[in-house]
């Protein structure tokens, strides 16, 4: 296993400024829906990806057109990274008919293939299979696109997992897998679940490289995904990325957050990734108000995303069995 805690890798400011907007446009999505939720608007739990922003805007930074990632049920961050559509998530987490499955999956359901990402899951490392099943299309077609298969640290003590990762290795699949430890799976410390000392060194047993990051710095998940997706790209196999990250609200709204310290999450917001980069940016001579125009923006697109969601109409009654049968084109049932 390599580990990589900064890059030397030059890294434009216009890039750089870039991360910054989308890592803002992340954390404020997924504040809004924190503050909904506790009002009642949200229908169904919610996992906030508060904290882990530089991972999902690292590495999807480092995908091509035609690309592909599978997500969680923590996926908001990687739909947005993506480029994804915040006006058709927030109508999708309020249960509105202009959402990305119309309303009735929520927040653990949202797919958007015209942008390659092929969905959230809300079981537990279920995304890791379809990511080797779309890496083998990929093989068969002799295509050079890649998958991304983010997932948890709790997911490596899946089967799912295991099945995945044997499959990818045997038949040298063109899928890198990017595990956010965020430290706990629900209430279990990674310390508590793992008898080994560093989640990436699962991969060893399947003949899967893998690499280490500090997941709190953008630079360090940029320049360790870029690598990871050459080598995937050349046909060398598989790749695992342990990402070591933290959330700092509780595994999903229903968490009552107790079985860690405020410490403790004093100490990881400390390390927090828009302030890390924006202190990059203003060494870089860019004007704080520039960085502060940045968020503003960002604050004011989520904003009008909810405004664009609460005046969007609620589902009709006739689209329940659009979701449970295969109807021909144009039908209704």
């Given amino acids: ?49 508060i904290g882990e922003e530089a991972v999902a805007t690292g590495v999807i930074a480092t995908l091509e057109p035609g690309d592909v990632i599978t997500s969680t049920h923590r996926g908001h961050g990687h ?3 993506l480029g994804g559509d915040i006006q058709a998530m927030m109508a999708e987490l309020l249960g509105r008919a202009t959402g990305y499955c119309h309303g009735v999956g929520g927040s653990m359901h949202i797919a958007d293939q015209s942008r390659g990402n092929l969905g959230a899951n809300g079981i537990v490392g279920a ?19 890649l998958v991304v298969a983010f997932t948890g640290d709790g997911a490596l003590n899946e089967g799912a ?3 995945a990762a044997n499959l990818a290795a045997i038949w040298r699949l063109p899928v890198v897998f990017v595990v956010e430890n ?13 008898a080994i000392g560093h989640l990436a060194d699962r991969a ?15 630079f360090s998940v940029w320049e360790t995904a870029s690598r990871a997706v050459e080598a995937v790209r050349k046909g060398q196999g598989p790749h695992l990325i342990e990402a070591v990250t933290y959330r700092y609200k509780g595994h999903s709204k229903s968490d009552a957050n107790r079985y860690r310290s405020r410490d403790e999450i004093q100490q990881w917001r400390q390390r927090d990734p828009i302030d890390h980069l924006r202190r990059y ?13 940045i968020r503003q923006e960002e604050v004011q ?17 006739r689209m329940l069995d659009d979701a449970v049968y295969a109807l021909e084109e144009g039908d209704h049932a």
């Fill in 204 to 218: 060893a047993g399947y003949g899967i490289p893998a690499t280490m990051v500090d997941g709190m710095d953008i």
């Fill in 301 to 317: 697109a989520v904003a009008q995303a909810l405004q664009y969601a609460e005046d969007s109409p609620w589902p009709e009654v």
């Fill in 1 to 49: 296993m390599q580990q990589i805690e900064n890059t030397t890798t030059p890294i434009t400011t216009a890039t750089a400024l870039d991360w910054y907007r989308t890592m803002h446009r992340i954390r404020r999505f997924d504040e809004t829906i924190d503050e909904l939720f506790a009002q009642g608007k949200v229908h169904g739990t919610t996992h906030l990806y």
């Fill in 127 to 145: 995304g890791l299979p379809i990511a080797v099943g779309a890496a083998l299309g990929f093989a068969m077609r002799h295509e050079s696109h």
């Fill in 161 to 163: 997992f295991h099945e």
């Fill in 182 to 194: 965020n430290q706990y799976g629900m209430s279990g410390s990674v310390k508590e679940m793992f």
């Fill in 281 to 293: 940016l203003a060494d870089q001579g860019i004007d704080p108000t520039e960085l502060d125009r």
């Fill in 79 to 81: 739909n947005i990274a």
